[in-house]
């Protein structure tokens, strides 16, 4: 098993039902999920799940990571408080694709409350198939990746 085919996944308490339904799609692509959690509805703190799949990602363990929360926004700012990481909250699928092409984006992030099941599955589609571009678009990703110090 290699990280290339892995995804971590995790999610604060609002958003287990669309995680699981995203583990399940991905794992009938040939990926293997590395679901993390939670796993109970009791409310639960999203910074924590979002450094933990990071943190997967960021050391090689995982290629990509998807996580979720109510609105994708809290648990991507911490995701890219992970050096290494970029994270990108997407609610439609042109965004899901350029954050891979011109942002070489390794995290995708989505909010339960702001899409539904089949557009967050077509977002994962979108992102998990676009490749990164390279050229102009490198150089920029070096500029983001000297902030982090």
């Known amino acids: 098993m290699t990280a290339t085919n892995r995804i971590a996944l ?12 995203i583990a399940g799609h991905i794992a009938a692509q040939g990926w293997i999920a590395v679901d993390i959690g939670p796993t109970t509805p009791e409310s639960t703190h999203y910074p924590k799940h979002g450094e ?5 990602v960021a050391s090689g363990d995982c290629r990509f990571g998807i996580i979720l929360c109510g609105t994708g926004q809290g648990i991507m700012m911490a995701a890219n408080k992970v050096k290494g990481i970029h994270c990108g909250v997407c609610v439609d699928t042109f965004s899901a694709r350029m ?9 995708l992030s989505i909010g339960v409350r ?3 099941e089949g557009l967050a599955l ?3 589609d979108a992102f998990l198939t676009a490749q990164f571009e390279g050229g102009r678009h490198a150089t920029r990703v070096e500029m983001i990746e000297a902030l982090e110090g």
């Open 10 to 21: 995790s999610s604060d308490h609002a958003a287990i039902q669309l995680r699981q339904a």
């Open 122 to 124: 077509d977002i994962v």
């Open 99 to 107: 954050i891979r092409q011109h942002n070489d984006a390794n995290m």
């Open 114 to 116: 702001v899409v539904g």
């Open 52 to 56: 933990a799949a990071a943190r997967l």
